[in-house]
């Protein structure tokens, strides 16, 4: 009965207030703003992020506004109509009134944000947009709507006039707002701006619209919603009370109102330590602990500390993040239990930490300059978080924990970029590296198997022979060392009637070797390891010693252990010097965004490969634009994969140079042409243009008021191919959870795997894209501001990126080493300089002697190697048909939309990296909200058909809303009839 007389109450208000326009007007005039305010205040488009956070970002301030608006005359109107009294003698319970009153608001504050869900489904339909913050939104919209309305009525009992209802209610509200922003927080210290921030709304409200629905901060809002509520309950309950009555009663109802309000209140405060209540709705659960993060805790051996140096005078972009972080820090604790230790320290309140963090640790404070109204100063403050493992420490700093977006000249946007990443690689890092102190065996899981495939020490030539007999003492002490992970055998393939020479030949391309090509004499030495999956060659020690036999077993080992520092051999072009570039060479692309991004988790080697071989202690080589190899350096790749190793190779058709008279495409012979196509690889002589493409920036100057302005405008442009959902292979751990990335002047693939070999497409453009050979790369534009570029011959997909897997045959089967004819060339060359300086007999170097410079070449190499000419299955080839997509100049391109670097290309080249040498813990972990979610390019045409077609929607949805309450008033204006009738 009670419900019915609430709901009769709720359906009476809703009436009322849809019985006159202004009820339309509000709901009109909300609409209005916010959609303003997304498209214009906070610049969509130009953001080039597919979300919708501009909404919740300024909801605390208009639903401060929208809820005063709503509650104004609720009660307000009933005391200046003086039916306030009538209601005081109807059989129902005060608080059934005022509950009924604010289910109305409420509902009309849902129809409200109801309306504006068109923009987040129009986001959804062109952009990759994650629905977990925006369901989170939403409640916390109408969570803190609720409070807002709660407040509003509380006001509106107290005064009979709706204006100062309206201002009233809106300042209260605004004050709650105030309290946690920086305008006020920035006032004070790190201490009491923490407890503003749990007492503003607007604060709570961002947390929530992150993703997290934490029940402290929707207890909050409920909270402190009941409070004004039990409060406008008994100020109407008051206004019946009779000046002679019961004291005693009155006592009782003022006492239980104020229990109720600091019962509730208080609660927030028991409920603050508790972290556990609450629900990541994030794709992927970004701000949650990730299992790769619990496994690494998992693997503690003894406490690690993490101490988060913040001080309580910071920057004001800069404070809104240290209670974020010291969430994020104590989440770490909880999951590594008693292994894990936080300290969250001010070093200016202990002098004896601070100079400990600036000697030991080399933490010192950062200056920044903090101004206000009235004075400007500089404030040191620290921003640091140390990672403490035993005698390993890793250290964060402010510039490794925050991205800033520069949204204009003084607008900065300062987000913390993916800490649980940053921490966790900090931790993986002094955990491996305290291990990594004792043996290698105690980070390899699985057993692992030496297998020698030498020839007996007759057959040997002498530098050999006594290399074997030092490998029996090295393998023996590896074998005590290692336990039941390691064990070994060595085997003759020239033994009994060679079929383990056939198997070799035929498994792993193992050939017999000779001392020198005339020498008739053949023998093997071939050393691999091997686990259940993988097998990896190891190369003949330079040194033909003990100590570096074991070192190069040693570094073989670490391919199968887990979390150790690994190598990468990074091969690029070399930056051109400043003085060439201003004699006209092209400055050529850098990639230094690329190295800086893969040192923070792996040991880069920058190396041209030119000598031939690839360094001995390569995990995996990354080759980026390529120009014109050599042999010497094809046979580096060729061997490194056939020895079981990962080549990443990023070529593409052509090159594109950007410079101040536009853009200048040439073609290019990176050399790996041949290579790639013996592979199955061949690159098309073509750009892939696609009308899905990401923008391009334009710097326009426009005059205005005789000044001269210089602005940025995003262009269409096809050949920014932008890669998107169906676009992307997301079975691949590679690009599994990868929302988007942008390959620049990409040229198709064509792909067609050998024997043996398994073929994995990455990446591939729209269906709509077309190719072309046109070298004009410039932006084109019409005479209205569209794109100028029209899609001409066959239209269809195009592979972009692809992973080749298997037992590949070296593209030097059956020919002669080209280090060997290099070193033979190079020992003609010694011989002849020699001889014309009368130290050599010129008979030694003539055609008489076909051997003459083989014992040279033998004495420089002590073997002649054979080519290995076939791969093991753990043989990876990795394509990415662009030169350019990850050079420095396209990252910032690409990203000049929201003022940073793009990132998802350097990122997915990491997720390679961890992919090839099978450490896939920090995939995950890396792609959670560090991955771009950015929107397709458009042009302004329809950028703006997009924008008006939810100006319509909204209007539509008011119009709906006048049709439903229109119904529902003509009805009941036909039961009231048909009542005066009967009466």
Same mark, same amino acid.
């Given at each position: 009965m009670r419900l019915k007389t609430i709901l009769r109450i709720q359906s009476k208000e809703l009436t009322l207030f849809f019985a006159s326009p202004v009820g339309y007007l509000f709901l009109a005039a909300f609409l209005a703003v916010t959609l303003f305010v997304f498209f214009w205040g906070e610049s969509f488009f130009a953001r080039n992020i597919a979300d919708v956070r501009p909404i919740f970002e300024w909801l605390p301030v208009l639903l401060v506004f929208l809820s005063a608006a709503l509650t104004m005359r609720m009660w307000s109107e009933e005391r200046r109509s003086g039916t306030l009294e009538f209601v005081a003698t109807v059989p129902a319970a005060t608080w059934e009134f005022v509950l009924g009153k604010f289910l109305a608001c409420w509902t009309?504050? %849902?129809?409200?944000?109801?309306?504006?869900?068109?923009? /987040?489904?129009?986001?959804?339909?062109?952009?990759?947009?994650?629905?977990?913050?925006?369901?989170?939104?939403?409640?916390?919209?109408?969570?803190?709507?609720?409070?807002?309305?709660?407040?509003?009525?509380?006001?509106?009992?107290?005064?009979?006039?709706?204006?100062?209802?309206?201002?009233?209610?809106?300042?209260?509200?605004?004050?709650?707002?105030?309290?946690?922003?920086?305008?006020?927080?920035?006032?004070?210290?790190?201490?009491?701006?923490?407890?503003?921030?749990? *007492?503003?709304?607007?604060?709570?409200?961002?947390?929530?619209?992150? %993703?997290?629905?934490?029940?402290?901060?929707?207890?909050?809002?409920?909270?402190?919603?009941?409070?004004?509520?039990? @409060?406008?309950? !008994?100020?109407?309950?008051?206004?019946?009370?009779?000046?002679?009555?019961?004291? +005693?009663?009155? +006592?009782?109802?003022? @006492?239980?109102?104020?229990?109720?309000?600091?019962?509730?209140?208080?609660?927030?405060?028991?409920?603050?330590?508790?972290?556990?209540?609450?629900?990541?709705?994030?794709?992927?659960?970004? !701000?949650?602990?990730? /299992?790769?993060? $619990?496994?690494?805790?998992?693997?503690?051996?003894?406490?690690?500390?993490?101490?988060?140096?913040?001080?309580?005078?910071?920057?004001?972009?800069?404070?809104?993040?240290?209670?974020?972080?010291?969430?994020?820090?104590?989440?770490?604790?909880?999951?590594?239990?008693?292994?894990?230790?936080? $300290?969250?320290?001010?070093?200016?309140? =202990?002098?004896?930490?601070?100079?400990?963090?600036?000697?030991?640790?080399?933490?010192?404070?950062?200056?920044?300059?903090?101004? =206000?109204?009235?004075?400007?100063?500089?404030?040191?403050?620290?921003?640091?978080?140390?990672?403490?493992?035993?005698?390993?420490?890793?250290?964060?700093?402010?510039?490794?924990?925050?991205?800033?977006?520069?949204?204009?000249?003084? =607008?900065? &946007?300062?987000?913390?970029?993916?800490?649980?990443?940053?921490?966790?690689?900090?931790?993986?890092?002094?955990?491996?590296?305290?291990?990594?102190?004792?043996?290698?065996?105690?980070?390899?899981?699985?057993?692992?198997?030496? *297998?020698?495939?030498?020839?007996?020490?007759?057959?040997?030539?002498?530098?050999?022979?006594?290399?074997? &007999?030092?490998?029996?003492?090295?393998? +023996?002490?590896?074998?005590?060392?290692?336990? =039941?992970?390691?064990?070994?055998?060595?085997? &003759? /393939?020239?033994?009994? &009637?060679?079929?383990?020479?056939?198997?070799?030949?035929?498994?792993?391309?193992?050939?017999?070797?000779?001392?020198?090509?005339?020498?008739?004499?053949?023998?093997?030495?071939?050393?691999?390891?091997?686990?259940?999956?993988?097998?990896?060659?190891?190369?003949?020690?330079?040194?033909?010693?003990?100590?570096?036999?074991?070192?190069?077993?040693?570094?073989?080992?670490?391919?199968?252990?887990t979390g150790l520092l690994k190598s990468v051999v990074l091969t690029a072009p070399q930056p051109v010097p400043p003085y060439m570039q201003q004699q006209g060479m092209p400055p050529g692309n850098e990639f230094t965004q690329l190295q800086s991004f893969l040192t923070n988790d792996f040991d880069v080697v920058t190396n041209t490969l030119e000598d031939g071989v690839v360094p001995a202690n390569a995990d995996l080589v990354v080759v980026v634009d390529p120009d014109s190899f050599t042999e010497q350096q094809v046979f580096a790749l060729d061997q490194f994969l056939m020895k079981g190793g990962t080549v990443v190779v990023s070529s593409g058709a052509f090159g594109v140079q950007p410079s101040q008279m536009g853009l200048n495409a040439t073609p290019r012979d990176s050399g790996l042409q041949d290579w790639l196509r013996h592979h199955g690889v061949e690159i098309g002589d073509a750009f892939v243009m696609d009308p899905q493409n990401a923008a391009f920036p334009v710097p326009v100057t426009r005059q205005a008021g005789g000044f001269t302005f210089q602005d940025l405008v995003m262009l269409d442009y096809p050949y920014f191919v932008d890669v998107r959902a169906e676009g992307i292979n997301q079975e691949p751990p590679i690009s599994a959870g990868l929302p988007q990335i942008t390959l620049s002047w990409a040229s198709p693939l064509t792909v067609e795997g050998g024997q043996g070999v398994e073929v994995t497409p990455l990446l591939t453009s729209s269906a709509g894209s077309w190719i072309s050979t046109d070298l004009d790369v410039m932006p084109r534009i019409d005479d209205d501001g569209l794109s100028a570029f029209v899609p001409s011959g066959e239209l269809g997909e195009q592979t972009l990126a692809v992973v080749l897997q298997g037992r590949f045959d070296s593209f030097f089967a059956g020919q002669d080493s080209p280090l060997l004819t290099a070193a033979r060339q190079a020992a003609a060359d010694e011989a002849a300089a020699a001889a014309s300086d009368g130290n050599l007999d010129s008979a030694e170097i003539s055609g008489d002697a076909p051997a003459a410079g083989d014992d040279a070449v033998a004495d420089k190499l002590g073997v002649v190697s054979s080519v290995i000419e076939r791969s093991p299955e753990s043989a990876r080839l990795l394509v990415f048909g662009s030169n350019d997509f990850l050079a420095d100049q396209t990252l910032r391109m690409v990203g000049s939309a929201d003022g940073t670097l793009y990132g998802n290309s350097v990122q997915m080249v990491a997720n390679v990296v961890d992919w090839a040498l099978e450490d896939q813990s920090l995939i995950g972990i890396r792609s959670r909200g560090n991955f771009n979610r950015t929107l397709p390019g458009m042009d302004t045409a329809e950028q703006t058909f997009l924008e008006y077609l939810n100006y319509a929607l909204a209007l539509a949805g008011v119009g709906l809303v006048w049709l439903l309450f229109r119904g529902r008033m003509q009805r009941r204006q036909q039961q009231q009839r048909t009542w005066l009738q009967v009466t």
């Open positions: 009309l504050l %849902g129809i409200a944000l109801l309306l504006t869900l068109p923009l /987040p489904i129009t986001v959804a339909v062109i952009g990759d947009l994650d629905w977990g913050p925006v369901f989170a939104g939403y409640v916390a919209a109408m969570l803190l709507g609720g409070m807002y309305i709660a407040i509003g009525l509380f006001v509106s009992a107290r005064t009979d006039s709706q204006i100062v209802s309206l201002m009233l209610a809106s300042l209260v509200c605004g004050l709650f707002y105030l309290l946690g922003s920086p305008l006020i927080t920035a006032l004070f210290g790190s201490g009491v701006q923490e407890v503003l921030a749990l *007492v503003g709304s607007g604060t709570r409200f961002a947390a929530i619209t992150r %993703g997290v629905l934490d029940f402290r901060d929707l207890y909050f809002y409920a909270s402190v919603a009941l409070v004004f509520l039990g @409060l406008n309950v !008994y100020a109407l309950e008051s206004e019946k009370w009779a000046q002679q009555g019961s004291a +005693q009663r009155h +006592q009782k109802w003022r @006492l239980g109102t104020a229990l109720l309000a600091v019962n509730l209140l208080a609660a927030n405060f028991w409920l603050q330590p508790v972290n556990a209540l609450r629900v990541d709705m994030t794709e992927g659960n970004i !701000y949650s602990i990730s /299992p790769a993060t $619990e496994g690494y805790l998992s693997q503690l051996r003894e406490p690690l500390l993490i101490r988060g140096y913040f001080s309580e005078k910071t920057h004001p972009l800069l404070a809104p993040l240290v209670p974020r972080m010291k969430d994020l820090l104590r989440e770490y604790e909880v999951a590594g239990g008693d292994n894990v230790r936080v $300290e969250i320290i001010d070093p200016a309140n =202990d002098p004896e930490l601070e100079n400990e963090a600036n000697t030991k640790y080399g933490i010192r404070a950062v200056p920044f300059q903090v101004a =206000d109204r009235y004075q400007a100063s500089l404030v040191n403050s620290y921003f640091d978080v140390l990672i403490l493992y035993g005698d390993e420490y890793e250290v964060l700093s402010f510039r490794d924990l925050i991205e800033v977006k520069v949204a204009g000249e003084a =607008d900065l &946007d300062v987000q913390l970029t993916n800490p649980e990443f940053d921490v966790t690689r900090s931790i993986k890092k002094v955990l491996y590296g305290f291990q990594g102190g004792s043996s290698v065996f105690d980070n390899i899981n699985e057993p692992v198997e030496f *297998v020698g495939y030498i020839s007996d020490e007759q057959v040997l030539p002498e530098a050999l022979a006594a290399l074997k &007999d030092e490998l029996g003492g090295v393998l +023996q002490e590896l074998a005590l060392e290692g336990g =039941d992970k390691f064990s070994y055998s060595l085997l &003759d /393939p020239q033994a009994g &009637d060679g079929q383990l020479a056939l198997d070799i030949g035929s498994q792993f391309g193992f050939q017999p070797m000779a001392a020198s090509l005339f020498d008739e004499n053949t023998f093997y030495f071939y050393l691999t390891l091997a686990d259940a999956e993988t097998v990896v060659q190891i190369p003949l020690p330079e040194g033909m010693s003990a100590e570096s036999l074991k070192r190069g077993i040693e570094e073989g080992l670490k391919r199968f252990a």
